[in-house]
């Protein structure tokens, strides 16, 4: 995070030096526009995060997606990221809150692969350009992928 306020000072240092130049002008008012944008959305995903960390002890989390809920925890971990439409910049963060609250790697590893490979929520979009067909394999192989990397993950972590 130390990176975006370095870049911000870069670019206001330069605004001021050279009398803000047209690139610089643009450059910031693109990076203000982009920060526009995502702040709605990133605001949302971690007020309900927080909602539901504040409702779910992390007894419950760990019950329901705990290292200790096995198979039923990683399937339907995949389940909720499979339908879930988060940008990765959230997804990441809300994936740390959950480890701190009981969740289990392998099952926030099957999250975060779904939510990030298969697109329940885009598939209209996604048949329109691709196909009913490509659509519907590409979504499967990823989401039986994603059981191939949480399990993986699993093991790799459990082994340190």
């Given at each position: ?80 990221g499979s339908i879930t439409l988060i940008p990765g910049f959230v997804a990441f963060p809300t994936a740390a809150m959950l480890l ?61």
């Amino acid at each position: 995070m130390e990176f975006i306020p370095l870049y911000f000072n870069i670019s206001f240092i330069d605004f001021i030096l050279f009398k803000g130049q047209t690139k610089t002008k643009k450059a910031i008012f693109k990076a203000w526009k982009s920060f526009e944008n995502i702040l709605p959305e990133f605001l949302g995903v971690l007020m309900l995060v927080g909602i539901l960390l504040a409702v779910l002890n992390p007894q419950i989390i760990s019950k329901i997606i705990g290292k200790e809920s096995g198979i039923l925890g990683v399937i339907l971990a995949a389940i909720v990221g499979s339908i879930t439409l988060i940008p990765g910049f959230v997804a990441f963060p809300t994936a740390a809150m959950l480890l701190k609250s009981g969740a289990g790697y392998t099952q926030i590893a099957a999250f975060v692969s779904t939510l990030m490979m298969v697109g329940v929520v885009t598939i209209p979009v996604e048949i329109k350009y691709f196909g009913k067909k490509i659509t519907i394999l590409r979504n499967l192989l990823a989401f039986i992928f994603s059981f191939i990397v949480a399990f993986i993950i699993g093991k790799v972590v459990s082994g340190i």
